[in-house]
């Protein structure tokens, strides 16, 4: 057996210990030579300047003349340098970092709400840290922890923080925070949510209008505040319309996103709904999750609306894509994404925000997975 070991030189100057660090680390080139990248003292060399003057060009920091500035940036352009904000944040602790913590940015709904809000962050000069835990609580700490150490601004959480301790480290560390679609209460943190407790008395409503009396409810697992009440509120929905909650067909996913594919838990669930003669309709949590239950009951020969009509919850872009077409509970994921951006920056600029909770109005989508036997019992 060979035992390879490397001895890796670091050098440093005085004032490159914090400027520059990354400059101590030597990478391969294409043909095999040591290459390194540019540093502040590399530029200054090349523009037969000292680095101080270079630092003060790049940030503005100081009366330069116009021939120097041209010299500095036609250094900066040949060697194709860029300043280490890293380290410009160890020395003013500050960055213009926000993290952005989301369970999975597979899941659409996520996606979506990392694409606006990144957009409405990107407009105001500041960038995303992206961590996506996977439902994993020692993951999300672990970002927690990494955003803490990286100086950033401010938090935005896409759903409730799994790990009470990720709470505690922020809030300690007097980092602002927004929650979006999390209906967790938390005195130091801003929540942006939907109002559950009307999605699904829409949802119970709408599904009751249809003739239907034992009403499934299907779910993924239960990790976030947010799918926790929306299935109690899907039960006090029932009792307000005078129909019976049947513990025996509400189905929740037992798998610890072991797949990371809500249409896949779906397709898996469906077939306990498939076992159930009595099930007249069914309510997923989630679109992508009712895509899944579809299929395994078209499988079967399940006429849908005709014999179970099927809505979900989120207004996915396939749910007008998908046959037949899916009922849904429409989000206003706009506002909620840019609430939270707008009051995250208010956080940031140290203003006191007199409430800590905004509550968005959910709306009903209704298509054909549900519309042709609502047409039926309207006609009776």
Not at 24 to 42: L, S
Not at 110 to 115: H, I, R
Not at 290 to 295: K, L, N, P, R
Request: glycine share 6%.
């Amino acid at each position: 057996m060979r035992i390879l070991i490397f001895n890796i030189d670091f050098y440093f100057n005085n004032e490159d210990v914090f400027e520059e660090p990354r400059a101590a680390y030597g990478r391969k080139g294409a043909f095999g030579d040591v290459m390194k990248q540019p540093t502040m003292k590399d530029v200054a060399k090349l523009a037969g300047v000292s680095q101080p003057t270079v630092s003060h060009v790049i940030n503005g920091t100081a009366s330069i003349s116009d021939i120097v500035i041209q010299k500095v940036n036609d250094a900066i352009d040949e060697l194709g340098y860029v300043p280490n904000a890293m380290a410009k944040s160890l020395k003013t602790n500050k960055s213009n970092l926000i993290g952005l913590i989301v369970p999975d940015v597979s899941i659409r709904f996520y996606a979506e709400m990392v694409k606006l809000v990144e957009t409405a962050l990107r407009q105001k000069g500041l960038m995303v840290f992206l961590c996506n835990t996977f439902y994993d609580r020692r993951l999300e700490r672990k970002y927690v922890e990494t955003l803490i150490q990286h100086n950033v601004l401010g938090v935005i959480s896409g759903s409730s923080l799994l790990d009470d301790r990720s709470g505690e480290l922020l809030a300690k560390n007097q980092i602002p925070v927004t929650l979006l679609d999390t209906s967790r209460t938390n005195e130091h943190f801003f929540n942006v949510n939907v109002d559950n407790k009307k999605l699904a008395h829409i949802a119970v409503s709408h599904l009751y209008s249809t003739g239907a009396h034992n009403i499934s409810y299907v779910s993924e697992p239960t990790e976030t505040s947010v799918l926790i009440h929306r299935y109690e509120y899907f039960i006090q929905a029932l009792a307000e319309f005078g129909l019976k909650y049947d513990k025996q067909i509400c189905f929740i996913s037992p798998n610890q996103y072991e797949t990371n594919n809500k249409m896949q838990l779906g397709y898996n669930l469906g077939a306990n709904i498939l076992m159930h003669d009595k099930i007249e309709a069914v309510f997923a949590s989630s679109d992508e999750f009712a895509f899944g239950v579809m299929a395994r009951l078209k499988e079967h020969g399940v006429d849908i609306p005709q014999q179970i009509p099927i809505m979900g919850c989120d207004n996915d872009p396939f749910s007008t894509l998908v046959s037949p077409s899916l009922t849904t509970i429409w989000q206003p994921l706009v506002q909620m994404s840019q609430a939270g951006v707008q009051r995250l920056l208010r956080l940031i600029d140290g203003e006191t925000l007199k409430t800590k909770t905004l509550n968005l109005e959910p709306n009903i989508i209704i298509r054909e997975s549900t519309m042709k036997i609502a047409k039926k019992a309207e006609n009776l």
